[in-house]
T-cell receptor, first 110, second 118 residues
Framework: EDKVVQSPLSLVVHEGDTVTLNCSYE??????LLWYKQEKKAPTFLFML????IEKKSGRLSSILDKKELFSILNITATQTGDSAVYLC??????????FGTGTKLQVIP | GAVVSQHPSRVICKSGTSVKIECRSL??????MFWYRQFPKQSLMLMAT?????????EQGVEKDKFLINHASLTLSTLTVTSAHPEDSSFYIC??????????????FGPGTRLTVL
């Protein structure tokens, strides 16, 4: 059975801090790893990672995949209160089957 | 840990037929279930929110007569795509929110259902 585990489950930081969110996965016929940010309604897509060792960046957010260790991290630098959300990691396998983790709840306080 | 299942995982149907997708919370009671549709470039669109025993709340632009949602029990919600057309082909994901062992409310996602309409 496919599994995606995220850690920590929740995190409280001060504005300006840098955070690292972790995601480990066991996905049959792994194709890609997805990161989402969920604030209110539907999760917002952040990154899709398919290759090991290639960092993807978008502003203060960056992510990297390690296919050997079955692991990915999401980094957020200079955090802002608007970064407060649940960050979801998902592994996609064959036939686009997606397995989500339960998320990391990030709270950024002023 | 809590698990959400979806059935079927894949379905191929002819245009004009109706397809039912089930979403079950396997070891917890889901007071709220959500239905999403995944679009190209991985974006997820929330279609509707359903609470057990009450009518689903549909997002703007989602036709409630086309996408029928039933949340008959605390462990089962169904999405029926009526008179499916090729443009309905997509990946449909459900999630369930409930409390596991009295802990914090957590949202658990199902594995998704790939619908292909010919």
């Amino acid at each position: 059975e496919d599994k995606v585990v995220q850690s920590p489950l929740s995190l409280v930081v001060h504005e300006g801090d840098t955070v690292t969110l972790n995601c480990s996965y066991e996905v049959t016929n792994f194709r890609s790893l997805l990161w989402y940010k969920q604030e209110k309604k539907a999760p917002t897509f952040l990154f899709m990672l398919t290759s090991s060792g290639i960092e993807k960046k978008s502003g203060r957010l960056s992510s990297i995949l390690d296919k050997k260790e079955l692991f990915s991290i999401l980094n957020i630098t200079a955090t802002q209160t608007g970064d407060s959300a649940v960050y979801l990691c998902a592994g996609r396998g064959v036939y686009q089957k997606v397995t989500f983790g339960t998320g990391t709840k990030l709270q950024v306080i002023p | 840990g809590a698990v959400v299942s979806q059935h079927p995982s894949r379905v191929i149907c002819k245009s004009g037929t109706s397809v039912k997708i089930e979403c079950r919370s396997l070891d917890f009671q889901a007071t709220t279930m959500f239905w999403y549709r995944q679009f190209p470039k991985q974006s997820l669109m929330l279609m509707a929110t359903s609470n057990e025993g009450s009518k689903a709340t549909y997002e703007q632009g989602v036709e409630k007569d086309k996408f029928l949602i039933n949340h008959a029990s605390l462990t089962l919600s169904t999405l029926t795509v009526t008179s499916a057309h090729p443009e309905d082909s997509s990946f449909y994901i459900c999630s369930a929110r409930g409390q596991e062992g009295g802990g914090t409310d957590t949202q658990y996602f199902g594995p998704g259902t790939r619908l292909t309409v010919l």
